[in-house]
């Protein structure tokens, strides 16, 4: 366990301004507890620095997780945000994309969200946006990119892809071995 | 008999090689060139632009052939030769001008000194054969001590003394001064300081143990090789104390605006802020697409008196941001 470099803090925090935008500086600067950015076994956790403190004790090889995975840096140094994020991003997330009952259940199994299941969008949602994905009585089930921009989805067919599936919370199932 | 009809006839079948022109052509026989510097006749490149082109380039070619004949010639095996003036066209340069290079120690010392260069003779004067002989090389004059054969010795000399050896060491050792004092100019001539050349040559060297299909691993260790050490990684230490970190988190997200989001946000963003709410959308669907100051107006209590004329604009002004 470690803290982030200068270099990986950057692409987290650039990772997560794509979702949260200003709303970042909440995550750092929380009024209840200090909380922090750990990395260790190339996953970023986020830690509330009491607990950080407890963990410090424990050996790295016997240390399997603490606080929330925020996600995980690639070999190439890229972040992957992962779908334990989830909590802090639906939390402060900028742009949202509510979807209908009947597209949840494609969603959820990983694929992208048409247009035919879009039930409502942010107003102005730019092209290429992260956006955080709820259901129509605002459970968050995932995040992912926004393809157009509100304006352009006016005109495409109900088939056409209207967000790029990123994560969703079907990854607990799915990829629980190599999740947290 | 007349064959007068005859020689019309067989003239008239070729051109004449004499190029008439308004502007006589310019011929650079030394470049094989003939410039054409007469106008264009329009209607006739119009009629027929082929045979126009055609008879243009017939007369120049014509022109330069028999500035060609009228050159001297020699007479060689494959037949004769015409031999060509030096050309009189200038051409640019192709590539740009040699950069002069970096004057050696000596030179920057001769010129601080005022010292001319004085260009020696490859040959000198030699009394006792008589001729001319080289200053250095072959039978050079600089290795007389070594070839004569006899030489004076000092009374106290050792008893293994060899004057031939002396003297060629020492003329040895000469050359190889220079040879290291060249060296050492063509470093300077390349730039930068003597530790950053030897950061360079140490980096090349560490580069280079490693990159056998081995990866260094088989290859022979030479005296007084050190081990190829990586570079050390330093982290922060995992717990720091106060609001350190904190600070520091919130100084990178600061830069990270300042240098602005990602060329493709930025294209989505192009002249919107970061926020969310569409403030002009906003004030239009809340004033009923009135404006701002309609709005404001109406929020006021309207018991305003209601300012007409120079004012109208404002409205619109007042829905932007």
Not at chain 1, 50 to 63: C, H, K, T, Y
Not at chain 2, 43 to 52: A, N, P, R, T, V
Not at chain 2, 242 to 261: H, T, V, Y
């Amino acid at each position: 366990m470690r803290p982030l470099t200068e270099e990986e803090s950057k692409a987290v925090f650039t990772k997560l301004a794509n979702y949260i935008g200003k709303n970042l500086v909440h995550l750092i600067d929380r009024p209840d507890e200090p909380y922090c950015f750990r990395l260790h076994k190339d996953r970023v956790y986020y830690v509330s620095e009491s607990s950080m403190r407890l963990g410090i004790s424990v050996a790295r090889p016997n240390l399997i997780s603490l606080g929330t995975c925020f996600g995980k840096f690639s070999k190439g140094g890229k972040f992957k945000l992962h779908i334990s994020s989830l909590d802090y991003l639906a939390q402060y997330a900028k742009f949202k994309v509510w979807i209908k009952p009947n597209g949840e259940m494609p969603f959820l199994y990983g694929n992208h969200v048409l247009k035919a299941h879009l039930g409502r969008i942010t107003e102005d949602t730019p092209e290429h946006q992260g956006v955080v994905i709820y259901s129509m009585n605002d459970v968050p089930l995932g995040f992912g990119v926004t393809a157009r921009s509100t304006i352009d989805t006016r005109k495409l067919d109900p088939t056409a892809i209207i967000v790029f599936h990123q994560a969703d919370v079907g990854e607990y199932l799915r990829d629980e071995d190599t999740l947290f | 008999m007349d064959v007068s009809g005859i020689l019309a006839s067989q003239a008239s079948k070729y051109k004449s090689i004499a190029v008439e022109k308004d502007v006589p052509l310019e011929v650079d026989v030394g470049s094989l060139s003939a410039t054409d510097l007469n106008p264009i006749e329009e209607e006739g490149y119009k009629i027929d632009l082929e045979e126009g082109l055609q008879n243009t380039a017939r007369d120049g070619v014509q022109a330069l052939i028999s500035a060609l004949f009228q050159l001297p010639t020699q007479s060689t095996a494959d037949g004769p030769l015409a031999m060509l003036p030096p050309p009189k066209t200038l051409l640019p340069r192709a590539k740009p001008l040699p950069k002069p290079k970096p004057p050696t120690k000596w030179e920057r010392f001769a010129a601080a000194k005022g010292i001319q260069k004085t260009k020696k003779d490859k040959k000198v004067w030699d009394e006792v054969r008589q001729e001319w002989v080289n200053r250095w090389g072959m039978r050079g004059k600089n290795k007389e001590k070594e070839e004569q054969w006899i030489t004076e010795v000092r009374a106290n000399a050792d008893i293994d003394h060899d004057p031939v050896k002396a003297a060629r060491d020492e003329r040895k050792a000469r050359v190889a001064k220079n040879e290291k004092q060249q060296v050492q100019n063509l470093g300077r001539a390349a730039g930068g300081t003597r530790s950053d050349r030897k950061q360079e040559i140490v980096k090349t060297l560490a580069s280079s143990r490693i990159s056998t299909a081995s990866m260094g691993k088989f290859d022979k260790k030479l005296d007084g090789e050190k081990k190829l050490r990586g570079v050390k990684r330093k982290f922060d230490p995992t717990e720091e104390p106060g609001e350190s970190e904190k600070k520091k988190s919130l100084a990178l997200i600061s830069k990270i605006d300042r240098e602005g989001p990602s060329k493709q946000s930025r294209h989505n963003h192009a002249g919107k802020s970061d926020d969310v709410l569409n403030v002009r959308k906003a004030v239009r669907i809340a004033s009923k697409g009135k404006g701002g100051v309609a709005l404001g107006r109406e929020l006021g209590g309207g018991n305003r008196p209601n300012v007409r004329g120079g004012r109208g604009g404002n409205s619109k002004r007042g829905g932007k941001r």
